[in-house]
């Protein structure tokens, strides 16, 4: 396929998938339940850590965690006392226990009462000469486990592109905040971090279309190959490359190819 046909083609199912429909089916309708900055952003990222598996139980799973939160993350964040958490002490969701959510949620509350939020840690770590979000995922990663009582067995669930990890859930999630198309997908509610920083969120779907349409050589689905993904898709758009996760994922879960 020529690199005009291959652009043309997913271009093309960039507008066929990137439109308010996709919400029904995809984890990202749980912080499509929320109107407040703070809550999407919280509801999204929990929601994220927990997506892998089949999306229908990711939905279910996230709900649970939202509707214990009283379906209003950001003030529970900060006003639950320890009979509130105790609802979510029991939680499972594949490998993502209890023991990992009320971590995570532990940290996110301090991050909040520090005056700070998710996109300011996440921020935090961009320098101006970056290529890439690597550095603000490492720097988010590095402010929520840095609280003592913070488990090594939730360590996992907070991917590391340091080591390897193609941290596909985090560039999932920092798609739904940072791109900024109006589309009724993605929020586009951080401003302060630049699309073109995004890098694919790399799974089994986008990395087998990937592969079949000659834009990814890399056999694993590792950090090097969502990098090598992403910069052959900045080629096409270098100033929002992962608009196309809407094309290969779209491809690859409905069979197209």
Same mark, same amino acid.
């Given at each position: 396929?020529?690199?005009?046909?291959?652009?043309?083609?997913?271009?093309?199912?960039?507008?066929?998938?990137?439109?308010?429909?996709?919400?029904?089916?995809?984890?990202?309708?749980?912080?499509?339940?929320?109107?407040?900055?703070?809550?999407?952003?919280?509801?999204?990222?929990?929601?994220? #850590?927990?997506?892998?598996?089949?999306?229908?139980?990711?939905?279910?799973?996230?709900?649970?965690?939202?509707?214990?939160?009283?379906?209003?993350?950001?003030?529970?964040?900060?006003?639950?006392?320890?009979?509130?958490?105790?609802?979510?002490?029991?939680?499972?969701?594949?490998?993502?226990?209890?023991?990992?959510?009320?971590?995570?949620?532990?940290? #996110?509350?301090?991050?909040?009462q520090a005056g700070d939020s998710l996109e300011t840690i996440f921020c935090a770590g961009i320098k101006p000469e970056d290529e890439d979000i690597k550095n603000g995922i490492l720097s988010a990663?590095?402010?929520?486990?840095?609280?003592?009582?913070?488990?090594?067995? =939730?360590?996992?669930?907070?991917?590391?592109?340091?080591?390897g990890s193609s941290a596909k859930r985090i560039n999932m999630y920092l798609r739904w905040m940072v791109r900024r198309d109006k589309r009724g997908v993605d929020f586009g509610i951080w401003p302060?971090?630049?699309?073109?920083?995004?890098?694919?969120?790399?799974?089994?779907? =986008?990395?087998?279309?990937?592969?079949? #349409?000659?834009?990814?050589?890399?056999?694993?689905?590792?950090?090097?190959?969502?990098?090598?993904? =992403?910069?052959?898709?900045?080629?096409?758009?270098?100033?929002?490359?992962?608009?196309?996760?809407?094309? #290969?994922?779209?491809?690859?879960?409905?069979?197209?190819?």
């Amino acid at each position: 396929m020529k690199p005009s046909e291959l652009k043309a083609l997913l271009d093309q199912k960039y507008e066929q998938y990137n439109r308010p429909h996709f919400v029904a089916d995809d984890p990202v309708q749980i912080p499509h339940l929320f109107n407040q900055k703070e809550d999407i952003e919280i509801a999204g990222f929990l929601t994220a #850590l927990i997506a892998w598996g089949r999306r229908d139980l990711i939905i279910r799973s996230a709900k649970r965690i939202i509707e214990a939160m009283d379906m209003q993350p950001h003030t529970f964040l900060l006003q639950a006392d320890k009979q509130d958490w105790h609802r979510l002490e029991n939680f499972v969701h594949r490998t993502f226990n209890g023991i990992d959510c009320l971590a995570l949620l532990e940290s #996110l509350r301090g991050v909040y009462q520090a005056g700070d939020s998710l996109e300011t840690i996440f921020c935090a770590g961009i320098k101006p000469e970056d290529e890439d979000i690597k550095n603000g995922i490492l720097s988010a990663r590095a402010r929520l486990i840095a609280w003592d009582g913070f488990p090594q067995r =939730t360590h996992k669930h907070l991917a590391n592109p340091a080591k390897g990890s193609s941290a596909k859930r985090i560039n999932m999630y920092l798609r739904w905040m940072v791109r900024r198309d109006k589309r009724g997908v993605d929020f586009g509610i951080w401003p302060t971090i630049d699309p073109a920083l995004l890098i694919m969120p790399l799974d089994v779907h =986008t990395g087998n279309v990937g592969r079949k #349409l000659g834009l990814l050589s890399r056999k694993q689905n590792d950090w090097k190959a969502a990098l090598e993904l =992403t910069e052959k898709l900045r080629k096409m758009c270098p100033e929002d490359p992962v608009r196309y996760d809407f094309s #290969l994922f779209g491809l690859g879960v409905y069979k197209e190819i």
